[in-house]
């Protein structure tokens, strides 16, 4: 191989090599999606809020799930009694609180047993803003940081993620304001609140934003996610973490989601594009195709046969037929040929299943034409139809 060819294909090798290690220390650009997924470490991740639920809540069991509320609360549902076989708080974390309509019914009914339904989102669906008697709103000077606090205690500064959405329109004889926020121009608004609803409660907390990865790990700002899941007060909390996006649908998900496992994949999928077009050409010269011995036994056993057809020796070919029938009989169906009587024919239409009829007349014809030593054309060829009658 040239010099100058190596030169190039050690060029072309180490493009790729050096692209991968520019692209593998170049610092990693944050990813500021709300996924509000527990198995993402992203900023607005819950993934830090998975690692010390326990914490938040001491004393308590956590459970959490992740099929519809509906089918979850359905199957612990006792229709012989009216009652569910579980108690205790629904915690719901989204940016968009958006479940079916049979799902948040049933989460009215379960509030309605004497539980409680704690939603942390920046929307509410209609169903719950019209049974419980509230509505959300965005202000209409909107800052970028807001003061977030629970009553009178302490306020806490937040700046990515939050949003203006407040609680509204609510009942006040019955809605209990549990905290505020307030912008620079210190307007104040709710943005936590208790609904009683039955023998149950309803909480709605508008800023999810505070129980993401960002917030928890401040030294300051947990508190005030601590402050605001403090007032779920039952012994066994369930949190709704959507299947969708909590788990690993398929096992390359994982490999997609790491950029070095996902430069590694690529890297091997092209290597084996890349050998398979290289070693797509033959190694070796083609073979070339010998064409077999063609089988000249039927020509020439009807070359044999014209002959004596044409030497008119009719009795001759009647002979060697004969000749050959029983050698097959022998060969074939291991029978001894020696005498033709009756016994031989049963024997022969057992094991042939021929006609019997047929194996009675070509032993007549052979046993005719033994004793013979002239025989006529047309002899021949009844002993013949005889033969390829009998067909064996």
């Known amino acids: 191989m040239p010099k100058s060819i190596k030169i190039y ?14 692209d593998a220390n170049r610092p990693k650009p944050i990813d500021w999606t709300p996924t509000y997924s527990i198995k993402d470490k992203i900023p607005y991740g819950l993934y830090v809020l998975n690692q010390e639920i326990d914490g938040f809540f001491k004393n308590k069991e956590v459970e959490k799930f992740g099929n519809t509320p509906y089918e979850f609360l359905d ?5 012989s009694d009216s009652s569910y076989s579980i108690k205790g708080s629904m915690l719901f974390i989204d940016e968009g609180f958006m479940i079916d309509e049979e799902s948040t019914e049933e989460l009215l009914y379960f509030a309605s047993h004497g539980n409680s339904i704690f939603i942390s989102a920046s929307s509410f669906p209609e169903i719950l803003r019209d049974s419980l008697n509230f509505d959300y709103g965005y202000t209409s000077n ?8 629970i009553k009178d205690k302490e306020s806490y500064n937040y700046l990515k993620g939050i949003n203006d959405v407040y609680i509204k329109d609510f009942d006040s004889t019955k809605t209990t304001v549990l905290g505020y926020q307030k912008n620079t121009n210190k307007d104040s608004y709710p943005n936590f609140v208790r609904i009683p609803y039955k023998n149950g409660m309803f909480y709605f907390h508008t800023q999810p934003a505070i129980f993401t990865n960002y917030y928890l790990l401040d030294k300051e700002n947990y508190k005030y996610a601590e402050q605001v899941l403090s007032h779920i007060n039952t012994d066994k909390v369930y949190w709704y973490l959507e ?6 649908d398929h096992p390359m998900d994982y490999i997609f ?10 890297i091997a999928i092209i290597s084996i594009f890349v050998f398979m077009f290289f070693n797509a ?3 070796q010269r083609v073979i070339p195709i010998i064409e077999p011995l063609k089988n000249t036994t039927i020509d020439f056993t009807k070359t044999i046969g014209n002959l004596y057809y044409q030497e008119g020796n009719h009795q001759d070919i009647i002979d060697k037929k004969i000749k050959f029938l029983l050698e097959r009989i022998r060969n074939e169906y291991l029978m001894d040929t020696f005498d033709l009587n009756e016994s031989f024919i049963n024997r022969l239409h057992q ?10 007349n070509i032993i007549r014809l052979i046993k ?3 004793n013979q030593t002239n025989s006529s054309d047309k002899d021949l060829v009844e002993f013949n139809n005889a033969i390829e009658k009998l067909n064996i």
């Open 9 to 22: 294909i050690f060029i072309l090798a180490l493009i790729p090599i050096g692209t991968i290690i520019i």
């Open 75 to 79: 199957y612990k549902y006792s229709y």
């Open 142 to 149: 909107f800052s970028d940081t807001l003061q977030f606090s």
């Open 243 to 248: 299947e969708t996006r909590n788990s690993v």
């Open 257 to 266: 989601s790491q950029p070095a496992l996902n430069w590694a994949w690529k």
């Open 281 to 283: 050409k033959r190694k």
């Open 351 to 360: 094991k042939t299943g021929k006609n019997k009829t047929d194996i009675e």
């Open 368 to 370: 005719k034409y033994r």
